[in-house]
């Protein structure tokens, strides 16, 4: 594997729309109109880097926010096949170098011991720790 992390400019839509398949993300996919919401939601994301194993998209990781007193990691996506690679960890680790000036870092994911333990390796605090919790609205 030749692994590069570099941002992730060239948005094709059916590279995405295959990595979040792969892991069985249909929140973006089963929307109406999911050609456009996907392609507007990464044009209007702050920044989004991919993962490559040569020239294939194998993962990536978008983040929204203003990039000064907030940044949210909105989507950090590995192909299961690269999982437990430490494609994950790098992905995160280039974003939090990246906006490492930033007040507030959040992200919002699956409460399980394996997600829960991934993020608190890379120095992540479980809001109930710190006395906050999370209000959210999907639609």
């Known amino acids: 594997m ?14 995405v729309r295959k990595l979040y398949l792969s892991v069985g993300w249909t929140n973006y996919t ?14 209007h994301s702050l920044l989004t880097l991919g993962a490559f ?30 999982q437990r690679r430490g494609i994950g960890t790098k992905l995160m680790q280039s974003i939090m170098d990246h906006y490492s000036h930033v007040y507030q870092f959040d992200l919002m994911t699956d409460h399980t011991p394996k997600t829960r333990a991934f993020y608190k390796s890379l ?3 479980e809001a109930s720790e710190i006395g906050c919790t999370a209000f959210f609205r999907m639609r």
Do not use: C, N, W
């Open 53 to 82: 194993d040569k020239d294939k998209l194998v993962g990536f990781i978008r983040v929204v926010g203003d990039g000064v007193s907030v940044v949210f990691v909105q989507d950090l996506v590995v192909m299961p096949q690269y």
């Open 30 to 43: 089963d929307r109406p109109h999911p050609d456009e919401f996907l392609t507007e939601a990464f044009k």
């Open 2 to 15: 030749e692994l590069v992390i570099r941002e992730y400019t060239d948005f094709d839509l059916e590279e």
């Open 123 to 125: 120095g992540l605090t």
